[in-house]
């Protein structure tokens, strides 16, 4: 039985209870819940994702990324819209793979149903090159060359045009849309000089109040267009952040403009604590948290929005919406946010159990990808033990670079995850032995650039399992920006020959099917197997990926694993082959 207070409360049950069938133990086609009750309230009012808008070829995805996002029990979408949206007055503009005006009311439509508040959010100010950057609005630029950096950025406040403009731009938004709130972006402003060109200049005004009469003027549009809440990001009216910036100083502008904004207030940094939401609140301002994809920001930042009584939390993402199922601490930020949005009373985030494994399992729940291990009932180890090359403890030996080899406590000679069983290669106590390709570092005598390995089985082969690792990177970096720029992304090929002489193809991926031995985190198509300690103390985390044979009444005769000889060296600990 689900009873709630209100229709939502009971909607949210339901998806506890969805939740609870899907992870239940199956018997006999009978689906076995233990009893229970379960007494169940969010802790925050507003538990949300900001995401740039889908194009037509991520829509469907965008669909399962709704139902993902309920499960978790998010209520509020804050969808970037910018120049991906059809606009009819100004078709310049609008990116030619938009939704079109019926697929947006369709996904709309979807949110709703499915209990989301949506807020489109439309960047003005700054940020605005997605309209300046068109030769034919490029008189609206406060610049009148191109910034080094930023191109042309932001619009003139003091050019009656630019409303006009801007103003189009959300009456064809809201009309599609047809929200309680509105977003209107003004991040990171003074990037480039504002109040700087000849029309500013002459109004003698300083750009904090050039700043406040624009969002001001804004927010009198929305409101008599019956807006309830108009939105905005934070840091233009901090001190200690952009708005800080000489001679802009535009945090002055917090006071002049109404309260009744609510400020969202952005910080990526893995920090103890966030001020932040204090001060704004102090001025007046209704607040809500929001952090990026980092581990411990995302914990304490929703956990500290309660703290801090912010309306919610609203975790940001700012590349295609896809990233939510292939960037791993993307995608754990999601699940993390949700944890600590509905309850905020939580040990720390060391403690939190794989987050990933339970985000892989929500997105085989919707549809998104199939679900690990079904239909797959019989097992057979692949023999690695005449390719073996490296032991798991490598310490100081001359052939693979030391230090970057685990010693991992591996006492048992079999690993199971979820249902999967896999052999180590090893005797006794004596550690693994281990399959290690080639990096760009190592030499060939060492480590080869391809194994190939004989499978024994001689039918139908549904699935291949891979326990695998790699050396960690030689270079890690906790800079929030920088996080692309030591990812070696793809690590080796995977090759499966077939009995009829066909062979499969499969990029094995960073951080996507396997990773280095000491990331927390995991992969987000490969799931956590087995997580312990080195004999120095470090974790250590070693992940299995599921691979499914596209041709299961086929038998398998080989798995050849192909280096990428990147920075790191692929490694495989163990093979399992699925059949039903
Ligand atoms: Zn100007």
Redesign the pocket.
């Known amino acids: 039985m689900i009873v709630g207070a209100s229709p939502r409360g009971v909607f949210y049950g339901v998806q506890t209870l969805r939740q609870l069938l899907f992870f239940a133990c199956r018997q006999k086609g009978l689906v076995l819940l233990p009893p229970c009750e379960i007494w169940d309230y969010p802790d925050l009012k507003l538990r949300g994702w900001h995401f740039i808008a889908p194009l037509r070829h991520e829509l469907s995805f965008a669909e399962k990324f709704l139902e993902w996002l309920v499960l978790m029990k998010f209520n509020t979408l804050v969808i970037e819209v910018d120049n991906r949206f059809p606009y009819e007055r100004h078709p310049d503009i609008a990116h030619p793979q938009s939704l079109t005006k019926e697929q947006w009311q369709r996904f709309i439509a979807k949110a709703r149903q499915l209990g989301f508040e949506v807020i489109p959010q439309v960047q003005t100010f700054g940020h605005f090159g997605y309209v300046l950057s068109k030769p034919a609005y490029r008189h609206l630029s406060?610049l009148s060359e191109p910034h080094p950096r930023w191109g042309f950025y932001a619009y003139?406040?003091?050019?009656p045009e630019t409303y006009r403009l801007v103003f189009d731009l959300f009456d064809e938004v809201l009309e599609v849309f047809k929200p309680k709130w509105f977003h209107i972006g003004h991040d990171e402003i003074t990037f480039v000089p504002i109040?700087v060109?000849d029309?500013?200049k002459a109004t003698g005004k300083p750009a904090w109040q050039l700043l406040a009469e624009d969002i001001q003027r804004l927010y009198d549009y929305l409101k008599a267009k019956g807006i309830e809440r108009v939105a905005m990001w934070c840091d233009q009216l901090e001190h200690d952040r952009t708005g800080g910036y000489a001679p802009f100083f535009t945090h002055f502008a917090a006071d002049l403009i109404p309260k009744d904004i609510v400020q969202f207030c952005w910080h990526y940094d893995a920090r103890q604590t966030f001020p932040w939401l204090t001060r704004l609140k102090d001025k007046g301002f209704d607040v809500v948290a929001c952090g990026w994809y980092h581990t411990q920001n995302v914990w304490r930042f929703a956990a500290e929005s309660f703290d801090r009584r912010a309306l919610g939390y609203c975790g940001t993402t700012w590349y295609g919406v896809t990233g939510f199922s292939t960037q791993v601490d993307l995608m754990t930020a999601v699940v993390l946010g949700a944890q600590n949005s509905w309850s905020v009373d939580n040990p720390p985030v060391e403690k939190a159990l794989h987050p990933t494994n339970f985000a892989q399992d929500l997105w085989a729940l919707v549809g998104e990808r199939v679900r690990w291990r079904d239909g797959v009932d019989e097992f057979a180890f692949v023999d690695l033990s005449h390719f073996v090359n490296a032991s798991l403890t490598m310490w100081g030996n001359g052939g693979i670079v030391p230090d970057r080899f685990p010693d991992l406590e591996l006492a048992t000679s079999e690993i199971w995850c979820d249902g999967v069983p896999f052999k180590l290669v090893k005797a006794g106590n004596s550690p693994p032995q281990v399959i290690a390709l080639s990096s760009s570092e190592t030499s060939h005598e060492t480590a080869p650039d391809l194994v190939a390995i004989p499978t024994v089985s001689s039918h139908q082969t549904k699935a291949l399992y891979l326990l695998m690792t790699t050396t960690s990177r030689p270079i890690r970096t906790e800079d929030i920006y920088q996080r692309g720029r030591t990812d070696p992304r793809k690590v080796a090929t995977l090759i499966v020959r077939y009995a009829d002489g066909s062979e499969e193809r499969v990029e094995l991926i960073f951080r996507r099917h396997l990773t280095e031995w000491n990331d927390r985190l995991g992969c987000t198509h490969a799931r956590v197997a087995w997580q312990g300690k080195t004999r120095q103390g470090y974790l250590g985390t070693l992940c299995a990926f599921e691979w499914r044979s596209p041709k299961p009444d086929l038998p398998i005769v080989s798995v050849a694993l192909m280096s990428a000889s990147t920075s790191v060296q692929p490694v495989l600990i163990a093979a399992t082959v699925g059949s039903d």
Do not use: L, Q, V
């Open positions: 406060e003139c406040p003091s050019n109040g060109c029309r500013c």
